[in-house]
T-cell receptor, first 114, second 110 residues
Framework: EAGVTQFPSHSVIEKGQTVTLRCDPISGHDNLYWYRRVMGKEIKFLLHFVKESKQDESGMPNNRFLAERTGGTYSTLKVQPAELEDSGVYFC????????????FGQGTRLTVV | RKEVEQDPGPFNVPEGATVAFNCTYSNSASQSFFWYRQDCRKEPKLLMSVYSSGNEDGRFTAQLNRASQYISLLIRDSKLSDSATYLCVVNGGGSYIPTFGRGTSLIVHP
């Protein structure tokens, strides 16, 4: 069975540009989470989808971040325009239940804004 | 006070040693607890869930102390391959936002 996959694995962009990250969850997992780890800090929650609906987006830093999950399958996270402080590793996780039980992470996208 | 707190370490132990980590949480209504392991530049991977009665998986034992609001992870007979960062995750308490601790770094040396 395929795990959670994220694309791209690395992205280097200039400040002010736009980047779109993609996450393909494990098939059948209704719950999809986006997290971010900034260097030296803990992994921080960004938002949670249940199927195509945003269950909680309280962790989104500001309106430069837009997440979608059309059709309840894969999800995208767009940063527009990117700022230097957006650099970090963006992880996606999926789980079959809301309780985070049996949650699996993708390998992450390492975003560097220069 | 942070929602989930861990001693960042590093814990530097010889092979074969027993080592224990604690993780404290602030929300008394939290309902589910997990230990994840993260290797350098890799994604977090579930090590084990933590049940109220405590649970064991081989050399790893996890316990929950609700009264004092902490969970623990005990690793017996440490192996070199146990070297990693161990992340505490706490969920529930009015929301379904799994909250991560900063992680505890373990280094097992020969």
């Amino acid at each position: 069975e395929a795990g959670v996959t994220q694309f791209p694995s690395h992205s280097v962009i200039e400040k002010g540009q736009t980047v779109t990250l993609r996450c393909d969850p494990i098939s059948g997992h209704d719950n999809l989470y986006w997290y971010r780890r900034v260097m030296g800090k803990e992994i921080k929650f960004l938002l949670h989808f249940v199927k195509e609906s945003k269950q909680d987006e309280s962790g989104m830093p500001n309106n430069r971040f837009l997440a979608e999950r059309t059709g309840g399958t894969y999800s995208t996270l767009k940063v527009q325009p990117a700022e230097l402080e957006d650099s970090g590793v963006y992880f996606c996780a999926s789980s079959p239940s809301r309780g985070f039980t049996e949650a699996f992470f993708g390998q992450g996208t390492r975003l560097t804004v220069v | 006070r942070k929602e989930v707190e861990q001693d960042p370490g590093p814990f530097n132990v010889p092979e074969g040693a027993t080592v224990a980590f604690n993780c404290t949480y602030s929300n008394s209504a939290s309902q589910s607890f997990f230990w994840y392991r993260q290797d350098c530049r890799k994604e977090p991977k579930l090590l084990m869930s933590v049940y109220s009665s405590g649970n064991e998986d081989g050399r790893f034992t996890a316990q929950l102390n609700r009264a004092s609001q902490y969970i623990s992870l005990l690793i017996r007979d440490s192996k070199l391959s146990d070297s990693a960062t161990y992340l505490c995750v706490v969920n529930g308490g009015g929301s379904y936002i799994p909250t991560f601790g900063r992680g505890t770094s373990l280094i097992v040396h020969p």
